[in-house]
């Protein structure tokens, strides 16, 4: 996983989005009724995304769609709709600052339906924060989805 994110090494990322589809048909099955999903990703400070050549989250979110065996009508779109409004990474803080969580903007006004992509979820205070914003900015209900977990 540290090499995939910290490296951006795209070919890992795709393999490890391809393990997300099967999760994400099955988040997808789980709200059968829900208005079309969107899924979206918790971006990187820009700092780490010049650094590493791009936002690993946003390969794995492209690649876990494209992975995703539902018909391309139940299929969710993949679209940035947060960023980040500070430049300071989770890792760089001790764990008191890490509940706070990364302060997260809404891009555009949030669809109805969001599943949020977290590359590592260590207090879930980014994904917290994520869905925080999103429904401030109309998004009805919003689901999380990590890659992995860490304690």
């Given amino acids: ?31 059968p009724t829900a208005p079309a999903a969107v899924l979206t990703w918790i971006p990187g400070t820009p700092r780490h995304r010049r650094q590493r050549g791009g936002d690993p989250a946003a390969t794995l979110a492209r690649s876990a769609v494209t992975a995703s065996i539902h018909p391309p009508i139940g299929r969710p779109s993949v679209e940035q709709l947060l960023r980040r409004h500070d430049d300071r990474p989770q890792a760089d803080r001790d764990r008191a600052g890490r509940l ?52």
């Fill in 1 to 31: 996983m540290a090499r995939a994110k910290y490296r951006h090494d795209v070919r890992l990322l795709n393999l490890l989005g391809e393990t997300l589809g099967p999760l994400l048909d099955t988040v997808l099955e789980c709200a």
């Fill in 100 to 151: 706070v969580g990364p302060q997260l903007v809404s891009v555009v006004p949030a669809p109805p339906f969001v599943i949020v992509l977290d590359d590592v979820c260590t207090t879930g205070a980014s994904l917290d924060a994520a869905g925080r914003t999103l429904r401030q900015a109309g998004a009805q209900r919003v689901v999380g989805l990590a890659l992995a977990v860490r304690n």
